[in-house]
């Protein structure tokens, strides 16, 4: 099997299609459950609480097993697009940047965020006021897989104009900036910015699964 990249043939093993499709599955999960939560947990509100904080509760394993699930397949995926994009220009370090946050990502489902600011049901409002180990590595891992992300969506827009596809270009510089947004917004302790950093988040996740959907059907 082969995948055509910039005019250029390149062989890959039929198991390619299978890891660039454990990107489109790791999109598709991390959305799904981390809304379906958010959208049915008590107590849980949006534009007051990061998706992270559903990995607290009695029901917290069900994120934390998001957060790993989703970190693995997404690892898979970064060797999948390795494999596609190799000789490629931004074919190395776009795979090595989401390699970086998938495992980042897994992290962040091993090391839990503290309860707060009313959730889970029966926590007081407000900000906790220690932060635990937990919560200050999730926070770690956290940005380091924000920043890789971010960083990977601005790599695959080179990718894309020096491969003459302006339109995939346009779309990954626009998800990285969302994303960047986004959290820059979050950060500052802006209104709604657990909101806007899960659109940001979710965004630029779709779209390196759309990518990578992308590069499985050139594989021929």
Known sequence: MTAVQSGTVVPVTPATRTLLACTVAAATLFTVVSLAQAFTREGFDLTRHPLSMLSTGDLGWLQIANFLVSGALTVAGAIGLRRVLRGAPGGTWAPRLILVNGVAMAAAGVFVMDPGD????????????????????????????????????????????????PGFAAASRLSGLVFALGD????????????????????????VAVVAADQRALIR
Request: proline share 4%; charged share 5%.
């Open 118 to 165: 009313g959730f889970p049901a029966g926590t007081p409002l407000g900000q906790p006021t220690t932060m635990s180990g937990s919560a200050l590595l999730h926070m770690v891992a956290g940005s380091i897989a924000f920043t890789a992300l971010i960083a990977a969506c601005f790599v695959l827009g080179r990718h894309f104009s020096r491969a003459g596809r």
């Open 184 to 207: 820059i917004w979050a950060m500052s302790g802006g209104q709604a910015g657990s909101l806007t950093l899960a659109i940001g988040a979710i965004t630029a996740m779709v779209w």
